[in-house]
């Protein structure tokens, strides 16, 4: 019957990588990690991706009366809006015609936009910069939701640290394989994010501005790898008529 099925399909396709992968995730939460690390260290002290942050601290200088301070961290938040609302509507099935690959356009455009935050020195406005790393986060946040199948984020460590923790303690009292598998992909997700903080806030210290180039050449990493898997889904083929099986 295995026979009979291969050779009427003639061809094993490859798995393809996904926006839900565990490796694009990986890369994604490293550079989620180093552009908090980036903004924070670099550009005047106000989180890009985690708005929980930046809305504690604006509420901290409203309630100190420093008004213009408190401003400061509503702008990301805004911009952070602002990239949700384009990202929801690049992903309207209406606008398949105009982007055909949503995950490939937004890697792309933000890539553009990082690299243009290299170039915008010290002595430049950090609300620029802020705002534009805030909007490129939202994209890539409401863009990539899932790993495997099940809810994440790759801007920020809450919620993953709680799904780590649940599948690690279902694993436990359950004797639950799957739930100890998915406590470990979290886990890697979790570390990923902590390493790209921990690059960040090195790399922006002793390299500056130009320290966010890393995430650029981190993100081209997934785009080549999306665009390989879907050659290889188109073209690859492997014929099982003389193999044997």
Same mark, same amino acid.
């Given at each position: ?15 393809k ?8 995730g ?13 903004t924070f ?7 890009a ?20 301070k ?8 805004l ?5 949700v609302v384009?990202?929801?509507t690049i992903?309207?099935p ?5 982007i $055909?690959d949503?995950?490939?356009? +937004?890697? @792309?455009?933000?890539? =553009?936009? %990082?690299?243009?935050?290299? !170039?915008i020195?010290y002595?430049? $406005?950090?609300?620029?910069?802020? +705002?534009? @790393?805030s909007?490129? =986060?939202? %994209?890539?946040?409401s863009? !990539?939701r ?8 790759t801007i920020?460590?809450?919620?993953n640290?709680?799904s780590a923790t ?11 394989y ?10 890697v ?11 960040g806030?090195?790399?922006t ?7 966010v ?12 790898l ?5 050659y ?11 193999s044997?099986?």
């Amino acid at each position: 019957m295995i026979k009979m099925q291969i050779k009427n399909e003639n061809k094993i396709n490859f798995k393809k990588l996904t926006s839900e992968s565990v490796e694009l995730g990986i890369l994604l939460t490293l550079v989620g990690g180093f552009l908090d690390a980036y903004t924070f260290v670099g550009r005047g002290g106000v989180f890009a991706n985690a708005q929980t942050g930046n809305v504690v601290l604006m509420g901290i200088e409203a309630a100190a009366g420093e008004w213009e301070k408190a401003v400061l961290y509503a702008v990301p938040i805004l911009a952070f809006i602002v990239g949700v609302v384009v990202a929801e509507t690049i992903k309207k099935p209406s606008m398949r015609l105009l982007i $055909p690959d949503t995950e490939r356009a +937004v890697l @792309i455009l933000e890539i =553009a936009v %990082l690299f243009i935050v290299g !170039f915008i020195p010290y002595t430049g $406005p950090d609300m620029m910069v802020t +705002v534009a @790393i805030s909007f490129v =986060a939202a %994209l890539q946040f409401s863009v !990539f939701r899932k790993l495997d199948g099940s809810p994440y984020n790759t801007i920020a460590i809450t919620g993953n640290l709680r799904s780590a923790t649940q599948e690690a303690y279902l694993a436990v009292t359950r004797k639950d394989y799957k739930s100890a598998f998915q406590a470990v992909r979290f886990s890697v997700i979790n570390l990923s994010f902590l390493a790209g903080a921990i690059l960040g806030g090195l790399l922006t210290s002793f390299i500056g501005v130009k320290a966010v180039w890393v995430t650029v050449i981190v993100l081209i990493c997934p785009v080549i790898l999306l665009s390989t898997d879907e050659y290889k889904s188109k073209n690859v083929r492997i014929d099982a008529k003389g193999s044997g099986v």
